[in-house]
């Protein structure tokens, strides 16, 4: 490889720099949201109630609702014949739920201060419930089932 210096007759040796084209702006229909225009997606929330944890053969479920700010229990699909036992019944209402017969779910409100320890509080009822129902209907006791 030689090294001498170039001379102003020698053709050039560097590439041209290509230059971007500044961007057209196309025209946006009317009614579109920022991120649409960004080409971002829409933020999707979250169900609610969000499900929390669910015993299909024992046939309850516990919910959460933000929108409601309530924990919610739900025996089967919350139809008469799918009422537990007194005794259940009777231990979340000690545990402070109120029937609410227009989404027939048993409630429990929850402040933003209090979100926390009513969620830990409705999970260890929950798992109270399905033992007793489980065991009221004679199904075969399984272990704790994890959230």
């Known amino acids: 490889m030689s090294t001498r210096k170039r001379t102003p007759t020698d053709p050039p040796t560097e590439n041209p720099t290509a230059v971007a084209e500044p961007p057209v702006d196309e025209p946006k229909p009317e009614g579109q949201s920022f991120a649409d225009k960004v080409g971002k997606r829409k933020w999707v929330p979250d169900p609610d109630p969000f499900p ?3 015993d299909n053969v ?7 609702s933000i929108r409601d700010q309530q924990m919610a229990i739900m025996f089967g699909d919350g139809r008469p014949e799918d009422k537990p036992s007194q005794a259940v019944i009777d231990r979340v209402m000690e545990a402070g739920f109120k029937w609410k017969s227009a989404d027939r779910i048993w409630a429990h409100p929850f402040t933003p ?3 926390r320890r009513t969620h830990i509080e409705a999970e260890k009822l ?3 419930l399905r033992k007793m129902i489980r065991q009221e209907k004679g199904i075969e006791a399984t272990p704790d089932i994890p959230f």
């Open 52 to 54: 929390i944890a669910s």
């Open 58 to 64: 024992a046939g309850v479920r516990l919910f959460q």
């Open 113 to 115: 201060e209090s979100a």
């Open 126 to 128: 929950y798992q109270e």
